[in-house]
């Protein structure tokens, strides 16, 4: 079955600690992004790549990177440097063969102990 | 600048009523897109709808409609019969057309709880 895949579904933090997201589609999509959800609030932009070995910044990209070293995998690192870092966490991705919509995964809730 | 406002937080209806969701949009660009996305208690955001800002005419899929009118920037959503499979948060959503990739606008999203 074609779909994004993001892991872990749930994942904690520590102080000062880095964490990693994953997300890995079988889609052949070019786009790949990340967004941030907030209760009761839309999703905000973190990062977004079009093509292997780039990708731009967000609307809220400080104290996050990204990196795309395989056009199936766009993992997310929150570093230390992100004060706030309680959130959903959503990667989507996307092709212009199929009017670029995006098709999301199920999300990883991070937390911070 | 782009905007959307999706000015009803939550919506209780009962089961088989008819409920709108309403999406304003704000954009100065001519080309752009307007999406509809469903997310269910699972989290997962589901792809409902895309409707480009040259096509005005309204859809009709299943239970669901919607109803595009540029002169009031408006895109809102119909659901006819509601069940309570209908229940989650629905977001309205934005993009100009950037190219090989789709940056989108969301609004704050309208949760929508469907009672039996």
């Known amino acids: 079955d074609g779909g994004i895949t993001q892991s872990p579904k749930y994942l904690f933090r520590k102080e000062g600690q880095n964490v990693t997201l994953s997300c890995e589609q079988n889609?052949?999509?070019?786009?790949m992004y990340w967004y941030r959800q907030d209760p009761g609030q839309g999703l905000r932009l973190i990062y977004y790549?079009?093509?292997?070995?780039?990708?731009q910044k967000g609307d809220i990209a400080e104290g996050y990177s990204v990196s795309r070293e395989k056009k199936e995998s766009f993992p997310l690192t929150v570093t230390s440097a992100q004060k706030n870092p309680t959130a959903f966490y959503l990667c989507?991705?996307?092709?212009?063969?199929?009017?670029?919509?995006?098709?999301f995964g199920a999300g990883t809730r991070l937390s911070v102990l | 600048a782009q905007k959307v406002t999706q000015a009803q937080t939550e919506i209780s209806v009962v089961e088989k009523e008819d409920v709108t969701l309403d999406c304003v949009y704000e954009?100065?660009?001519?080309?752009?897109?307007l999406f509809w996305y469903k997310q269910p208690p699972s989290g997962e955001l589901v792809f409902l709808i895309r409707?480009?800002?040259?096509?005005?005419q309204n859809e009709i899929s299943g239970r669901y409609s919607w109803n595009f009118q540029k002169s009031t920037s408006s895109f809102n959503f119909t659901i006819t019969a509601s069940q309570v499979v209908d229940s989650a948060v629905y977001f309205c959503?934005?993009?100009?057309?950037?190219?090989?990739?789709?940056?989108?606008?969301f609004g704050t999203g309208t949760l929508l709880a469907v009672q039996p």
């Open positions: 954009t100065r660009d001519t080309t752009y897109y």
């Open positions: 889609l052949n999509h070019d786009a």
């Open positions: 790549s079009q093509i292997v070995n780039d990708f």
């Open positions: 989507a991705s996307s092709t212009p063969g199929d009017k670029n919509i995006q098709y």
């Open positions: 959503a934005l993009s100009v057309y950037g190219g090989a990739t789709n940056k989108l606008i």
């Open positions: 409707r480009n800002s040259f096509d005005e």
